[in-house]
T-cell receptor, first 113, second 112 residues
Framework: DTAVSQTPKYLVTQMGNDKSIKCEQN?????MYWYKQDSKKFLKIMFS???????INETVPNRFSPKSPDKAHLNLHINSLELGDSAVYFC????????????FGPGTRLTVT | GNSVTQMEGPVTLSEEAFLTINCTYT??????LFWYVQYPGEGLQLLLK?????DKGSNKGFEATYRKETTSFHLEKGSVQVSDSAVYFC???????????FGTGTLLAVQP
């Protein structure tokens, strides 16, 4: 059973389009996260939800909008895609407060052309 | 603010060599510390963790000790294998949100 799953795994789209990435976790965790990994492998948190409530909102363009319909799902919608949005996006989940760390999905590689 | 500094890679070793990847952190209070591993084309896997000073995390032959006096969490393995080739990330987590702050990652390449 996959603990944290993301769809799609690959996403290729043109500038200006709107796209969504979906994430689901079956670990029973209360908190979910979105991270962005750039071409140099640097990882930075974007958002976090705890029980459907937004608790972390880093400096991210407002073209990015997360949505959490329930605590097992966290989706990421991106409007008006730009070339600089090309990256790998990772979803993660954890219990909070957590010494157990976060559990990551396999990633979605977004390529904007 | 909180930050993590890792040694730059790539680190290239021969099979069965000893591995050390240095990690130091800056944080107020007492963060939890983690090592994650990312194999090519995959997501991050939690490798080991430590939640308080002098704790030693260990998994799959890898070890790291939480050293508060030197603010370090260096990753070690006594004998690396080709299958250990991956990118290794040191991270700290703190606060009610458990936000993770990652180092820049260190690429390890193990040659047969």
């Amino acid at each position: 059973d996959t603990a944290v799953s993301q769809t799609p795994k690959y996403l290729v789209t043109q500038m200006g389009n709107d796209k969504s990435i979906k994430c689901e976790q079956n670990l029973g965790h209360d908190t979910m996260y979105w991270y962005k990994q750039d071409s140099k492998k640097f990882l930075k948190i974007m958002f976090s939800y705890n029980n459907k409530e937004l608790i972390i909102n880093e400096t991210v363009p407002n073209r990015f909008s997360p949505k959490s319909p329930d605590k097992a799902h966290l989706n990421l919608h991106i409007n008006s895609l730009e070339l600089g949005d090309s990256a790998v996006y990772f979803c993660a989940s954890s219990q909070v407060p957590a010494g157990d760390g976060q559990y990551f999905g396999p990633g979605t590689r977004l390529t904007v052309t | 603010g909180n930050s993590v500094t890792q040694m730059e890679g790539p680190v290239t070793l021969s099979e069965e060599a000893f591995l050390t990847i240095n990690c130091t952190y800056t944080a107020t209070g007492y963060p939890s510390l983690f090592w994650y591993v990312q194999y090519p084309g995959e997501g991050l896997q939690l490798l080991l963790k430590a939640t308080k000073a002098d704790d030693k995390g260990s998994n799959k032959g890898f070890e790291a000790t939480y050293r508060k006096e030197t603010t370090s969490f260096h990753l070690e393995k006594g004998s690396v294998q080709v299958s250990d080739s991956a990118v290794y990330f040191c991270a700290l987590g703190r606060g009610a949100t458990n936000k993770l702050i990652f180092g820049t990652g260190t690429l390890l390449a193990v040659q047969p």
